[in-house]
């Protein structure tokens, strides 16, 4: 073998472990990526289901507050909770289906 050919040969080797390396990195970081994305996703729907707690929570004391007004305010009321009612059975029809 020649000079030449050993020396192409050390730098095939040389590149071969830098590229190793390189994927070694890119391996351990893209596994980094992934737990965070899976963290960040859990987050997120515990975020969701608070989100839905604190909007059932509004709209029971938006009604609580509805049924304590003047007897003026009444059928407003009334006419709150029909529509509640309402769309509390086109959930249950759409559970349904």
Excluded: G
Excluded at 5 to 24: D, N, P
Excluded at 39 to 49: N, P, R, S
Excluded at 59 to 85: G, Y
Aim: with cysteine; aromatic share 4%.
């Amino acid at each position: 073998m020649t000079f030449e050919q050993e020396e192409m040969i050390r730098q095939l080797r040389y590149r071969i472990r830098l590229l190793m390396a390189r994927y070694q990195s890119l391996k351990h970081e893209n596994e980094s990526l992934v737990a965070e994305k899976n963290e960040l996703l859990t987050i997120v729907e515990k975020q969701k289901l608070n989100i839905k707690q604190l909007e059932q929570q509004y709209t029971t004391a938006k009604l609580a507050k509805s049924v304590l007004v003047p007897s003026e305010d009444r059928e407003t009321a009334k006419a709150q909770i029909n529509r509640i009612v309402r769309e509390i059975d086109e959930c249950i029809a759409l559970l349904n289906k």
